[in-house]
Nanobody, 124 residues
Framework: VQLQASGGGLVQAGGSLRLSCAAS??????VAWFRQAPGKEREFVAA????????YYGDSVKGRFAILRDNAKTTVHLQMNSLKPEDTAIYYC????????????????????WGQGTLVTVSS
């Protein structure tokens, strides 16, 4: 599975961006977004699971970010609102073929396929 992440850029604090992750026209089952800021570990941002109507978010983005899947399940978006300078990072989308259990949902090591990352910079 080849993933293509896009939509990053420079935005002022309080602004919005919408990231997209596409999988070369095929559907994606279990998808997550992670981010990594310079000098920091990769951090879980959001995830959705096939057959699960719930959406899962990291504590630092809850209430500001939303993970969305298109009807064909070929693209997953990360809508980011009320951005803060601490949201500055490279954002990665990732896919896991088999549905992860809830306790593993936030673990980067569970995901087999990764996009190349897209840089989000939030200025103060």
């Amino acid at each position: 599975v080849q993933l293509q992440a896009s939509g990053g850029g420079l935005v002022q604090a309080g602004g919005s961006l919408r990231l997209s992750c596409a999988a070369s026209g095929r559907s994606m089952s279990n998808v997550a977004w992670f981010r990594q800021a310079p000098g920091k570990e990769r951090e879980f941002v959001a995830a959705i699971r096939l057959g699960d109507t719930n959406k899962y978010y990291g504590d630092s983005v809850k209430g500001r970010f939303a993970i969305l899947r298109d009807n064909a399940k070929t693209t997953v978006h990360l809508q980011m609102n009320s951005l803060k300078p601490e949201d500055t990072a490279i954002y990665y989308c990732a896919v896991k073929e088999n549905r992860p259990i809830l306790s593993a949902l936030r673990l980067a090591g569970q995901y087999s396929y990764w996009g190349q990352g897209t840089l989000v910079t939030v200025s103060s």
